[in-house]
């Protein structure tokens, strides 16, 4: 079965911390990893698509890497403004279903 | 850019009613998603439509149904509300033939609450 688990659930830094946010994945065949970030109370909003394992993609202070079993989301020098829930999800190859984790709730402290 | 728009964004119901929920995808995009989110909880899958015809079902209760017209726009209905109905609903879409297809753009989503 496809599964997304994210780790950790929530996560507190202080501004300037780098640190990471994993999403572990198993798919039967992975056509797409895809990172969203949702603040509360408004729709999830597109930041990276990753589609094979060594694949890497950037945008201002956040790096998305890939293998065949997980992602990271890695955040360097988080800001308060990137407090939000990052949110993993995979679509099947086969079948075209988006499998989403349950997220991580970040919060940056200034 | 036009976004995927939903409508109402907060809809206030009591426990037997129905409710309509209505989304504009990005023009020229031609499948739709919907997703049921509680507090804290992932974005749950209820149905897809393509061009117009359901491409997928997921966890849609037999109260709900949705369909997708001929401007590409969607309607959830709701019927028989019960207090568990009570979430987020998002709408999504994407184009099946442009660039990152595979890329869903949601909506800001509609904040249903059962009393």
């Known amino acids: 079965e496809d599964q997304v688990t994210q780790s950790p659930e929530a996560l507190r830094l202080q501004e300037g911390e780098s640190s990471s946010l994993n999403c572990s994945y198993t798919?039967?065949?992975?056509?797409?990893l895809f990172w969203y970030r949702q603040d509360p109370g408004k729709g999830p909003e597109f930041l990276f698509t990753?589609?094979?394992a060594g694949e890497e993609k950037e945008k201002e202070r956040l790096k998305a890497t890939l293998t065949k079993k997980e992602s990271f989301l890695h955040i360097t020098a988080p800001k308060p403004e990137d407090s939000a829930t990052y949110l993993c999800a995979v679509e099947n190859a086969g079948t075209y279903k988006y499998i989403f984790g349950t997220g991580t709730r970040l919060k940056v402290l200034a | 850019a036009a976004g995927v728009i939903q409508s109402p964004r907060h809809l206030i119901k009591e426990k037997r009613e129905t409710a309509t929920l209505k989304c504009y995808p990005i023009?020229?995009?031609?499948?739709v998603y919907w997703y049921q989110q509680g507090p804290g909880q992932d974005p749950q899958f209820l149905i897809s439509f393509y061009e117009k015809m359901q491409s997928d079902k997921g966890s849609i209760p037999d109260r709900f149904s949705a369909q997708q017209f001929s401007d590409y726009h969607s309607e959830l209905n709701m019927s028989s509300l019960e207090l568990g109905d009570s979430a987020l609903y998002f709408c999504a879409s994407s184009s099946a033939g442009g660039r990152d297809n595979e890329k869903l753009f949601f909506g800001s989503g509609t904040q249903l609450s059962v009393l």
């Open positions: 023009p020229r995009h031609d499948t």
């Open positions: 798919v039967s065949g992975l056509r797409g």
């Open positions: 990753l589609y094979s």
